[in-house]
């Protein structure tokens, strides 16, 4: 099974700083990784498939990068619905698996 | 638009069953896969099960194998969760997500539905 680690797994932040994610799959799994984001009580939201493709309707603010074993998720200015908590998932082989989720706060 | 929208959940006591569903709209079901993803409360997520399109293929996490089945009913654009032998740590929301074309990710996903193991 491939363990996904994201750090860090708590981060305060203000609205329109600039923050980078990261996800560390326990060997590699290509591009084969996805980003969510899950506000409170919501189910989660596609952001980026295949490591850097942004979903339909996601703004430009979200890019996604990286190969292998090592991935990061970057947002260019949070917005106030940007708060909440983010997951990554890799597609690579079964079983499917989700890191821990990275949460952002509101500094 | 595309909608799934999940059902069958509740309070069960431990050793029981329950079957969840989850009906969608807005796409040919058909040619889709699909899984679960439940999430326990407070937790992060965790897969469960998945299944093609055309339902010939399954998978399982490891946590539910020999306990759960996952099928689907093309004819009826509904999805199914049959959960035995439930555990306490089966407690979770329970959401139905659909996976893209690419198989690279879920593109759309339900507001989950709850189920409690409890006696």
């Known amino acids: 099974e491939i363990v996904l680690t994201q750090s860090p797994a708590t981060l305060s932040l203000s609205p329109g700083e600039r923050v980078t994610l990261s996800c560390r799959a326990s060997q590699s799994i290509s591009r084969n990784l996805a980003w969510y984001r899950q506000k409170p009580g919501q189910a989660p939201r596609l952001l980026i498939s295949?490591?850097?493709n942004r979903a339909t309707g996601i703004p430009a603010r979200f890019s996604g990068s990286g190969s292998g074993t090592d991935f990061t998720l970057t947002i260019s200015s949070l917005e106030p619905e940007d708060f909440a908590v983010y997951y990554c998932?890799?597609?690579?082989?079964?079983?499917?698996?989700f890191g821990q989720g990275t949460r952002l706060e509101i500094k | 638009e595309v909608q799934l929208l999940e059902s069958g959940g509740g309070l069960i006591q431990p050793g029981g069953s329950l079957r969840l569903s989850c009906e969608v709209s807005?796409?040919?079901?058909?040619?889709?896969?699909m899984s679960w993803v439940r999430q326990a409360p407070g937790k992060g997520l965790e897969w469960v099960s998945a299944i093609s399109g055309s339902g010939g293929s399954t998978y399982y996490a490891d946590s539910v194998k020999g306990r759960f089945t996952i099928s689907r009913d093309n004819s009826k654009n509904t999805l199914y969760l049959q959960m035995n032998s439930l555990r306490a740590e089966d407690s979770a929301l329970y959401y139905c997500a659909k996976e893209t074309a690419l198989l690279d990710a879920f593109d759309f996903w339900g507001q989950g539905t709850m189920v409690t193991v409890s006696s």
């Open positions: 807005g796409f040919t079901f058909s040619s889709y896969a």
């Open positions: 998932q890799h597609r690579n082989n079964w079983p499917i698996t």
């Open positions: 295949d490591a850097s």
